[in-house]
């Protein structure tokens, strides 16, 4: 377990719904409930933080939200209590899943890889757990090629990650990284805030 990144985001907890739970959140609901709507099958869904994300769940779904924050997961229990259907929360660091090989069937991630210590490494890790062929659907905040853009979200990701996010991430090319097969990436804002379709290698194929 990474001590370090579970006690920045407990520390962070007392205040998300604050900071995350209005704007934002009406802000890209459209996006959100149109890339859960392909929730199907057994579903992980990383970082599941304070539980904002539930309420743009389809209901009648069989989940398991972790997160490596338990100051998170207290916010969120309410929430994932008021869900219809199931909805599982455990403590686990993304690095370090104590799943079995092919456990899922989809993952699902919501402005999470911006902030994972070693993102090839937890995308990687995300890939064992998935069965072959399985589907990773990703709503990520990523770095820019747009120019002035580009610049002022690296100038300001030596600040942003003592807090939490990076700004300057290539998260589609991390994802490649990681072995899977990139389907889709689609802008939501510009190139900075983006979806990201991808599956797991075929048996055999990777």
């Known amino acids: 377990m990474d001590v370090v990144t579970r006690r920045k985001w407990d520390r962070a907890a007392k205040s998300f719904d604050l900071m995350n739970g209005f704007g934002p959140e009406k802000r890209w609901a459209p996006a959100k409930l149109e890339l859960f709507s392909k929730m199907e099958g057994r579903i992980l869904f990383l970082a599941v933080g304070t539980g904002l994300d539930i309420q743009f769940f389809p209901p009648g779904r069989d989940i398991v939200g972790i997160d490596i924050s338990p100051r998170m997961l207290e916010k969120a229990a309410p929430k994932a209590a008021a869900y219809e259907g199931k909805l599982d929360l455990q403590e686990m660091d993304v690095h370090d899943l104590s799943f079995e090989d092919g456990s899922f069937d989809q993952v699902f991630t919501s402005c999470t890889f911006c902030s994972v210590p070693d993102p ?65 990436v689609r802008n939501i804002y510009l190139d900075v805030v983006r979806t990201i379709f991808a599956k797991s290698p075929a048996s055999g194929s990777g």
């Open 120 to 184: 090839v490494r937890g995308l990687e890790s995300l890939r064992r757990v998935l069965r072959p062929g399985g589907e990773l659907r990703m709503f990520e905040h990523t770095g820019s090629r747009i120019f002035p853009i580009s610049t002022m979200l690296r100038l300001m990701t030596p600040l942003t990650r003592r807090i939490g996010p990076e700004l300057d991430r290539d998260t589609p090319a991390n994802v490649a990284r990681a072995g899977f097969e990139v389907q889709e």
